[in-house]
């Protein structure tokens, strides 16, 4: 696929081989493709070509009085919005609102919303201003385009609401729908104005200043580029210009600008070579890079550029987990199996989630080894201080940490069970546990204890919480694996493999076998037991004695899971004793009898037969 750059250059050595007469039928060949609201700016354009070239030729008084009627009426309108905008900075002019608590999403959802009228019509202000820039881009008076803009956004409206009142910015005032003009181009035109207005030595860093302002957050420069009527002067060396500044330039905005440059512009070898040297700053230009080979079906660049980007860029960043798995899939596409595994690896080194480590315990030929390793290197990983502040917030460039919670589940996935139940033990109430490890803990060792393959109701819902705290998504389970690169066999998808729930569980049935197996003795097996019991009954008479309706059928599922685990380990019946035990504790809760039947509790009612 041709970039822009690359089609342009083309299209101009073809022209200057073509006669006259090939260029009228390739003319006419174009004209009959263009749609019908295209049909006048495909006019103007060969128009504005033959103006061109007839004022080079004759100078024509026609043209240099219609260039200064112009600019007479640009000065014109730019004189009366300049006075119109001082109006509105002094307060002369403003909105008027109302505001109201607005419970639209529920009594404890409330949000403070404002009705705005506009008595001195200050949008059309605005929407003037910009249609106004507009012209300027058309007609070539970039200066006064740029300096509209930067009116534009540097006075704000004053809002009267009976009280102190507010003011608004124009990204605000949008929001509010007090402005409308069309967005997308409005930025466009700004920036192929500054563009037009600045020095070839400024522009890198005068086009970044307006990116990381925040209005242009969602703009592509290389839209910009046949936006006007004229090519952009010197563009190919402001191009080389922008990706070296951007490349020393700290920040996420930064690198979305410099993936963007590096993918739209540069031949294949000038990406690889691009990302290499800004690995430091923004690892992000790797994986950019390697979405690039992948969408095109590249895997053997994909597979070179990854293998580099994982030597050079620093493991501890989380992005090189990313990394990992796009080059994964490039040694499996390749039929390198092995490489793909130390894959799996290094993405787990890079970002000590979970799923990243399921992948390993699931899908390699033989994980153990590197399992035993990866107890190691999470006992050594640091752990996130929630009260420190983070003075790097570049997400390119967050580094792999864990949370108290997150450092207990991997412990329990690697093998170590005694800190997570210590961790649940901890726990002396029934209510409260939110952002407790308890939440997750109690699942995971529930299916620890259960001796089954199939899932029952208060398994799955166990299931289905453990794989909710541990983050784990069947699609991202996917990446890097066999799993992704076989269009072919839709049973292999996730959802044909039963989802989130049911791929987590085979995932942690296979998990059980290398780590699971000493934990079902008798004797160790049973205090994690007891103590299960203990929490789930603290859970479910806090929640039902205290009538936190919503929690009914969580309590219920909890209890269900346990006796199943009860059951799978030769107690038969528990589970129909532990949820009838609780009926009867609760006699005159109806609602979290109705959640004990749902997860499997006999229906003892009368007439129960006909209802």
């Given at each position: ?12 050595k ?18 009959r ?10 006019l ?5 070509v ?12 026609v ?8 600019k ?6 730019y ?8 109006e ?19 009594y404890?959802?409330s949000?403070?919303?404002?009705e705005?009228?506009d008595?001195q019509?200050?949008?059309?202000t ?7 820039i507009g012209?300027c ?11 509209m ?8 409206a004053?809002?009267s ?6 003011c608004?910015?124009l990204?605000?005032m949008m929001?509010e729908?007090?402005v ?7 930025k ?9 207005n600045?020095?070839?030595q400024?522009?890198?860093?005068e086009?970044?200043?307006y ?6 957050f ?12 004229e ?6 060396e402001?191009?080389?210009?922008w990706?070296?500044?951007?490349s020393e330039k700290r920040g996420?905005?930064?690198?979305r600008?410099?993936?963007e440059?590096v993918?739209?512009?540069?031949s294949?070898d ?7 040297k800004?690995?430091g ?6 994986l950019?890079?390697?979405e ?6 590249e895997?053997?660049r994909?597979?070179?550029a990854?293998?580099?980007a994982?030597?050079?860029i620093?493991?501890k960043?989380i992005l ?16 390198d ?19 990243n480590?399921?992948?390993?315990a699931g ?8 399992c035993r ?12 201080d ?26 329990f ?5 005694e800190?997570p139940?210590?961790a ?34 208060g398994?799955?819902y166990?299931a289905k919480e453990?794989?909710f705290?541990l ?9 890097g694996?066999i ?8 049973s292999?998808?996730?959802e044909?493999?039963g ?7 085979k995932c ?5 076998e290398?780590h699971?197996a ?10 994690h ?5 203990k929490?789930?009954?603290m859970r479910v008479k806090a929640?039902?004695?205290?009538q936190h309706?919503a ?16 059951e799978?380990?030769?107690d038969?019946g528990?589970?129909n004793r532990?949820?009838l035990?609780?009926r009867?504790?609760f ?8 959640e004990l ?6 229906d003892?009612?009368k ?5």
């Amino acid at each position: 696929m041709l970039n822009l750059r690359e089609f342009t250059e083309l299209v101009d050595k073809l022209g200057e081989l073509m006669t006259k007469e090939e260029l009228q039928t390739a003319f006419h060949s174009l004209a009959r493709k263009v749609p019908e609201e295209k049909r006048e700016n495909f006019l103007e354009i060969l128009n504005h070509v033959r103006e061109i070239k007839d004022v080079k030729a004759e100078a024509g008084d026609v043209v240099l009085m219609a260039k200064a009627q112009d600019k007479e009426e640009i000065e014109k309108e730019y004189a009366r919005l300049q006075k119109a905008f001082e109006e509105i900075e002094e307060g002369e002019v403003g909105f008027d609102a109302q505001g109201y608590e607005d419970y639209s999403s529920g009594y404890w959802d409330s949000d403070f919303v404002y009705e705005y009228e506009d008595p001195q019509d200050i949008g059309s202000t605005y929407e003037d201003a910009a249609e106004f820039i507009g012209r300027c881009v058309n007609d070539g008076f970039y200066q006064e385009a740029q300096e509209m803009f930067d009116q534009m956004m540097e006075t704000e409206a004053f809002v009267s609401d009976g009280e102190d009142g507010f003011c608004l910015g124009l990204s605000e005032m949008m929001e509010e729908g007090l402005v409308s003009v069309d967005k997308k181009l409005l930025k466009q035109n700004v920036l192929y104005a500054v563009y037009q207005n600045t020095p070839s030595q400024d522009r890198p860093e005068e086009l970044y200043d307006y990116f990381i302002s925040g209005f242009f957050f969602d703009v592509r420069l290389e839209d910009v580029m046949s936006l006007g009527k004229e090519e952009l002067p010197g563009f190919s060396e402001f191009w080389k210009n922008w990706i070296g500044f951007l490349s020393e330039k700290r920040g996420d905005e930064a690198g979305r600008l410099l993936r963007e440059a590096v993918t739209g512009q540069g031949s294949k070898d000038e990406m690889t070579e691009a990302a290499r040297k800004a690995a430091g700053l923004h690892p992000s230009l790797f994986l950019g890079v390697l979405e690039y080979f992948e969408e095109n079906g590249e895997f053997e660049r994909l597979l070179v550029a990854g293998k580099e980007a994982l030597e050079i860029i620093d493991k501890k960043y989380i992005l090189r987990s990313q990394i990992a798995l796009k080059t994964a899939r490039a040694a499996l596409e390749r039929g390198d199996v092995d490489f793909a595994e130390l894959c799996w690896q290094k993405a787990f080194e890079s970002s000590s989630s979970p799923v990243n480590y399921l992948r390993i315990a699931g899908e390699s030929r033989d994980g153990k080894s590197f399992c035993r390793e990866a107890a190691r290197f999470v006992e050594e990983l640091n752990l996130e201080d929630p009260g420190e502040y983070s003075r790097d917030s570049v997400k390119e460039l967050a580094v792999n940490r864990l949370s108290k919670n997150e450092k207990l589940q991997m412990e329990f996935l690697t093998g170590n069970f005694e800190g997570p139940m210590a961790a649940c033990r901890q726990v002396k109430e029934g209510l409260g546990w939110s952002a407790k490890f308890v939440k997750c803990g109690i699942p995971l060792f529930l299916l620890l204890l259960l001796r089954a393959d199939t899932l029952g109701k208060g398994g799955c819902y166990a299931a289905k919480e453990a794989a909710f705290h541990l983050g784990f998504r069947a699609e991202e389970y996917d990446k890097g694996t066999i799993h992704q690169i076989l269009p072919g066999k839709p049973s292999e998808k996730s959802e044909d493999r039963g989802g989130d729930v049911q791929v987590f569980w085979k995932c942690f049935c296979r998990w059980k076998e290398n780590h699971g197996a000493s934990e079902t003795e008798e004797g160790m097996a049973g205090r994690h037991l007891a103590y299960l019991e203990k929490l789930v009954d603290m859970r479910v008479k806090a929640i039902i004695s205290g009538q936190h309706r919503a929690h009914y059928g969580s309590v219920a599922a909890l209890a269900a899971a346990l006796g199943e685990v009860k059951e799978s380990r030769g107690d038969y019946g528990a589970k129909n004793r532990l949820l009838l035990g609780y009926r009867e504790m609760f006699p005159r809760h109806s609602s979290f009898h109705e959640e004990l039947r749902r997860y499997g509790m006999p229906d003892t009612r009368k007439n129960a037969r006909r209802r």
